[in-house]
Each structure stands twice: as C-alpha cells, then as structure tokens.
C-alpha cells in the first residue's frame, strides 16, 4: 500500500465509516492536470507533501477597438 491508495476504516471515536480517498482523490487530480505529486517522509522529522502544477497561461485575445 501507498499514500495514494484508496483506504476505508472505521473511526474509534465515532463507529462511522471514514474514507481515505482524500491524497488518493487529489492525486487522481494532480496527474489529471499535467502535474506531479512526491511524498517524503523521514522517522523522527516529518512528511514533507509537494503539489507541482503547471502554470495558467491565459491565452492573449485581440483587443477589439
């Protein structure tokens, strides 16, 4: 399994059914769009989550006088 997988569990709190779709669903998106997504994670440290996007480039319209 992977941080992307899709995962269902039950909350302790609470007995009602949590998805795990949230990284897997943005991940879906982040690829959809041209982009990348990259996980680090170091013991003792932290996660460290990057989102790269490409950049919006609107396209320039003649202007009309």
């Known amino acids: 399994d992977t941080a992307t ?12 059914p949590i998805s ?3 990284l897997s669903m943005t991940f879906g998106y982040v ?8 996980i680090e ?3 003792g440290k ?4 990057r ?6 480039e609107p396209e320039t319209l003649p202007v009309s006088v």
Request: glycine share 12%.
């Open 20 to 22: 795990g779709l949230g």
């Open 5 to 16: 997988t899709e995962i269902y569990t039950l909350s302790l709190h609470d007995a009602l």
């Open 41 to 43: 994670s170091e013991l």
């Open 31 to 38: 690829r959809q769009s041209n982009g990348d997504l990259t």
């Open 46 to 49: 932290g996660t460290t989550i």
């Open 51 to 56: 989102i790269l996007m490409p950049r919006y």
